[in-house]
């Protein structure tokens, strides 16, 4: 039975086909692992936060408790039996479920613990790709890090320092993932559409996007543990897909067609074959002014990035006053406009397409301010 189905996939689908689609893929769910804590600590606290004040005569701390800052909501018609009070409505029904009192040094702790594991992998993992192949490490990395989503439930139940632990190691795997596709590229896509392939990878923002309107669903319905649970899921699908559709290599694909791999093998100009990978000329990289340079600007452009994505879902609920409605409405097109706007998730052929979506979002977004 899996072998007709796969049989039929290759029939329809070129192995190229196939690759891209995974990647993009991949790149979504890899986002949606990374962002979907970001959404569900909304709902995982108690609806307080504390503030910090320092005396100056005894540099002693304080803190001050108080609840979330909910703006009146104003009736815009006319009633003449109306008093000058600001019409109030009734708050929004939340599902019963459990909730952590984690004051807010607790919470940025959860929320950053991510980058501790990830930045320990943004390095070796493109050379553990050309060891061990990207396949083994993209997957592997992706399946790890989505049964450690699956047990975030439990570990919030037993203490904060669990949800740390398991979030280091979703960021020690998934920060492989990124230079890992790089040597699957060099074997598989010819130069010339090495760009276009390359650009899968910014589907991460909008991996993001889809991820907070479907995690506030989840979580106004089936509570926050729902959050985990789906995406743990989907994410564990995905990763035995990729073993059974994507290879390292043309060469090593057991259901490509003979024409597709020599295009391929002569579109790069060499064999695809498994070889010795070269060594990296680790003196040239760090005496090299442009390798800094792209290392600083993007380095400086993704703090910015996750800055806002771990921080605004929270900000937006405990100090604007936003229910989680409001928070992922505003949230998903944050990123579906980065998505759009960023110059290497275009081309030719796709900026059209693109470019009506995010009119669309737009159009959306205008009537529900004005409603």
């Known amino acids: 039975m899996g072998k007709g189905i796969f049989t039929t996939i290759s029939e329809k689908l070129t192995c190229l086909q196939v690759l891209n689609f995974m990647v993009l893929t991949g790149f979504m769910f890899n986002y949606m692992l990374r962002v979907n804590l970001t959404i569900a600590i909304v709902a995982m606290v108690e ?5 910090m004040t320092i005396d100056n005569d005894t540099t002693t701390a304080h803190y001050h408790e108080y609840e979330c800052y909910k703006p009146p909501a104003v009736s815009l018609i006319p009633d003449d039996n109306a008093t000058s009070d600001a019409t109030m409505k009734p708050p929004v029904a939340e599902l019963e479920q459990t909730r952590f009192n984690w004051d807010e040094p607790t919470q940025n ?9 990830y930045v320990l992998t943004e390095l070796p993992g493109g050379r553990m790709a050309e060891l061990f192949g990207a396949r083994r490490i993209f997957g592997y990395s992706m399946l790890i ?3 450690m989503t699956l047990a975030t439930p ?3 139940n037993i203490s904060h320092y669990a949800v740390v632990a398991l979030r280091v190691v979703i960021g020690f795997t998934l920060g492989a993932t990124w230079p890992a596709i790089q040597p ?11 760009s276009k392939f390359i650009a899968n990878m910014m589907a991460s923002s909008l991996g993001a996007a889809l991820t907070m309107p479907m995690c506030g669903y989840l979580i106004a319905h089936l509570g926050w543990e729902s959050v985990f649970y789906v995406t743990g899921t989907i994410s564990i699908v995905w990763s035995i897909l990729w073993f059974l559709l994507v290879f390292d290599s043309p060469a090593e694909h057991p259901r490509i067609a003979d024409e597709e791999r020599r295009f391929i093998e002569n579109a790069i100009g060499t064999g695809t074959a498994k070889g010795k990978p070269p060594s990296v000329p680790w003196g040239k990289m760090l005496t090299s002014l442009p390798v800094w340079a792209i290392i600083i600007t993007h380095a400086a452009s993704v703090f910015g990035y996750f800055t806002v994505v771990n921080q605004l879902p929270t900000y937006m609920k405990n ?12 949230c998903a097109f944050s990123d579906c406009l980065r998505y759009g706007l960023n110059p290497h998730s275009r081309s030719a052929e796709r900026f059209a397409v693109q470019l009506a979506l995010l009119w669309k979002v737009l159009l959306r977004h205008h009537h529900q301010l004005h409603r």
């Open 47 to 51: 609806p307080t936060n504390k503030t």
């Open 109 to 117: 702790l959860i929320l950053g613990c991510f980058f501790w594991g």
């Open 145 to 147: 890090a989505s049964i």
């Open 154 to 156: 439990l570990a919030a």
């Open 184 to 194: 699957m590229a060099s074997k598989w896509i010819p130069p010339m559409d090495r």
């Open 319 to 330: 100090i604007l006053g936003f229910n989680i409605k409001e928070v992922i409405n505003r």
